[in-house]
């Protein structure tokens, strides 16, 4: 804002000096005149770059916050699976373990199922049966 006050000052002077806006035997304030409207404009063109540089940055800076929360919740995210998989990777071994144990425990019963059949066949017979005297 003092930028384009200054710049007013400085063209009333210019054009009080070449006498009320005559123009000077060598143009000099009509070059004046046109080169402190060029630089009002530079400075208002910078001015409304700046304004949306600003705005850039409050949007960046934004986005890093909502970035930088999401990091903080992935890492919490990454930790907790971390400890999960920590938890769970003896499962596999567990599972395995388990499974050869029912698959020894099916033989086991197998096997005492065929010894039972078998005690049953010998009760059946009849030279295992003995007669009892009344």
């Known amino acids: 804002m003092h930028l384009r006050i ?7 002077c210019v054009i009080g000096i070449g006498g009320c806006g005559s123009p000077s035997p060598n143009g000099i304030a009509a070059d004046s005149m ?3 409207r060029n630089r009002t404009k530079e400075v208002d063109q910078l001015r409304t770059q700046n304004e949306q540089l600003n705005a850039r940055i409050v949007e960046l ?13 992935i890492r919490f995210d990454n930790e907790q699976l971390k400890r999960d998989v920590d938890v769970l990777s003896p499962a596999p071994n567990e599972r ?6 029912v698959e020894n425990l099916n033989r086991q019963i197998i096997h005492l199922q065929m ?20």
């Open 61 to 73: 800076e934004a986005r890093e916050q909502e970035l930088s929360q999401k990091i903080v919740r």
């Open 115 to 134: 010894q039972i059949d078998e005690l049953q066949r010998k009760l059946k017979s009849p030279s295992t049966q003995t007669v009892t005297k009344p």
């Open 96 to 101: 395995d373990l388990y499974k050869t144990q």
């Open 34 to 36: 046109i080169e402190t």
């Open 6 to 12: 200054t710049i007013l000052i400085i063209s009333v």
